[in-house]
Each structure stands twice: as C-alpha cells, then as structure tokens.
C-alpha cells in the first residue's frame, strides 16, 4: 500500500526500495558469518572508555559513561572466551562527524578471528562482498575482483611525493591526505591501503620485518572508507603505552583524554589471543554497492530526518 | 569568531578582510586522523572562487552581510541604480556586481541588496520573475512532444528556452536560480 505523499516526501526518492535493498545486504551479511561459524554476539552502547583514537570525539552519554564509538574493546574482552570467531552488528556514535559519508550514529560490522592476521581479514572480506554481490534481487554494479592492493608508502610516493613512515609528520600526512590521496581514490574501484605508518597503528601490530609500519588495512570503493582492519595487538604492555599516548595526545589537543579501560586490562593481562579484526561501515558499504552518494539516502533517519 | 562546525552553504566569512560566501563543503575525515572541510567559496566582491580546507576546530571570522529590500529604478550604461523602499536611499552597482542577475532585473522590481562595510556588494533576486516573450519563432499549433523547446528572447535582452506552443508577447515565470522556464502567466 501507497504510504500518503505528504510522508514519502521526507523520504528521499524511491526510499522504499532503497529499504528493501538494505535489508537484503544485512541478511546477506549475517547469513555470510553465520555459514561460517561465526557466533553473532551483543556489547554495550553506553559504556565506561570510548576506546583509544584520540581523534574521535565521544558522545557523552552523563553519569561519566559514552555512547560507544566503537564495540571493539568490548568484544575483545569476549575473545578471551572459548569463542573462536565472533561478529557484531552494531551502532556506533561519534560526535561531530556529519557530512556526506558521515553521520553522529551509524551502523557498524565488527568482526575476529582468532587465528588469522590482516592478510587472513582482508580475503575474508573480500569473500563478504563478493557473496553479497550475488544475491541476485539487489542491482549491485558489479566490482571487479580481486581488489587492487598499495602500501600507504607507496600510495604517498605516487600522490604526494613522500614517504610518511622514512619521514614521519601527522600535519603533512593528514594534510596531503585530504589534498592530494581523497582525490586519487576516487578514481578507483575497490582498494585496500596496507601497511599504516607506526604512530596510526592504533591497536595494531607492528610488521615483523619493519616497526615503522603496522598490519592493519583500510578499504576504498570509490572513494568512501569502507572498512579497516588490524592484526590485532596483543601484547599487554603495548597496550598499556598506546592507551596512555593516546590520552597524551588529547590533553594535547586540549580535550580531555578518556580514561583506560581497566576491565579491558584485566582481562588481556595474559595477553590478548593471536587473531586478526575489522570494523565496516554498514551504511557505507550499501552506499558503494547501490551507487548512492549521500549516507543520508541510506539510513533510514539520519541526523537530517531526526 | 566562529568553528569548523558552523559552517554551511551561504555562510559568510571574512577572509584578509574581505568578504565570502560558502557555495560548497565537504567533511572529510581520514581514519585515525584529524577531521577537515573542504570549501569552495565566492569572494562577494570580485566574484572569484576559491577552494579552502580548514582543520577541525580551526576559528573563522563571521562577515557581517546587512540586506536590504531595494527597487531596482534603472540601468544606464555599465550602472544599475536601485532604491531603498523606507529611506529612499539610492545606491549605484556596477554590471560586474550585478552578475548574471540583470538577464531577469526588471524596473520597479523589488529585490535585495547585501551591504558589506556600508558598500553595497550584491544583489539577491526573488526566485521566480515574471518577465515578457518579446521575439520567439511563432507557435507550433498541435506540437505536444514532451519537452520538446525553442529559444525566446525576453524584454531583458536574454534568451531561454521555452516550449513550442509560446507566443511573443506572451508572458512566463522564469526560475532566477537556474535561469530555466518554469510556466506560462495568464494575464
């Protein structure tokens, strides 16, 4: 039945359909983990830390909790169960992040593997799109596979002229991130970037063969963040020095640094398992496959419709 | 002075002293990095566009834009002369200052006037005008091809396109945003 025109119209054009195709991804992608084994699990949305990137924001949920920006802690601290692979579908909030691939809260798939690295994740990811790309009801454009790999080095050498893990400097990084790195990777298809710069690592491990650099990736489809991914830290002192860097590096930039999930440390104070991990984007990802161009086309009421 | 946060599509923000008008931005946010946004922005005065990328939290400076409601009276060689509709102020802007607008400015119509620093810099007009078919090729009698459309020179010296069945002399409701025909006005 016709909803009354003067609803639809808050909806952008053939929302319905965009609804039907959403829903179709989501199955798609629960049925994907669910083949494989994967035990679909549920974290908290108000927790205590926020995490470790100094550069999210946190929405303050009062009473000293958060909305969280992330479920990752929360499900590592599940990794030390006799659960080998895990996957969430959750949202995720972060203040003062709206734009055209950005919403304050947003729809996010976790997912580890004990047993594997960033090598292991990035096929396994790989393997996702491709199975959703043939549910035959959705018109996805088809990518081509196997996706184009580069090294941040590599990409930066190509676009900018440099080498950030010879040279480090986070402001000309950034900078030449967004100037002269966003655009090329618009040009291109799928894309996984390899191989971060050790001060990006976040929770990461360093590359066995070169500590400047650290195992984790990010995907690209047209342009749009997709996902990213590490070979998941494990050491419990690396631990302890990232999440005291990162509270350093919020006092520097005059906020206030989020306080250290203790829970968290107890729990990997033997060390966390050996495994690999990767957020994705939920939204982002329909966004590539149905061609749409603004994340508010794709959730069903972003901030715009709240 | 405001932040990164404030800004959107026709903000206006003062730059070595001048005034800008934001056309387009964009939030940008590396993964583990810092946040930007991009900007295209329209010196008010010159008319030049710029692209600036400002980091998160960066500071900008608000450009103060008064605007008033004016009537356009009359053009004389490269100078439009309006009027303000309380004080009876008359005020002179330049055919550069002027833009693309004089294809739809009119006597007698009621328009706005951005001041900046007590100089009058541009002017805003209604989104849909009224304005005269003065020459187009004579109707096509029984054409209903969808979108099917002629040139017609308006009683401004520009030209649109306009469907078949216009006749000069008739009269049409331009949108001055897109400059594009949007109806035939029954008078």
Redesign the interface.
Known sequence: MKCPSSTAACFPENFSQTLRYRHRIIIQIRNFFDTRGYVAVDTPVRVKSPGVDPYIDAVNAGAGYYLAPSPELHMKRLLCLDIDRLYQITHAFRENEQGQHHNCEFMMLEWYRKGTDYAGIMEETEELILYITKEESLPISSFRFPFEKVAVDELYVKCADWRPSADWNEDRYFHDWVEKIDPYLKTKEGLFICDFPEPLAALSKPKEDNGKLCQRFELFIKGIEIANAYTELTDYEEHGRRFKNAREKRRQMGKDPYHIDEEFMRMISGGLPECGGIALGIDRLIMAMLAIDHIDHVQTFPFSRL | MIDT?AIRKNLKIKIDGDPYVVVDF???????????T?TKMKNMITGNMIDK?YR?GEKLEEATVDEREMIFLYSQGSSFTFMDNTSYDQIELSTEQIGNAKNFLVDNMEVKVSFFNERPIEIVLPNFVELEIVSTEPAVKGDTVTGATKPAELSTGHTVNVPLFLESGEWIVVDTRTGEYVERVKK
Do not use: H, M
């Open positions: 946060n964009q939030f940008v946010k590396p993964g583990k990095g810092q946040a930007f991009r990328t998160s």
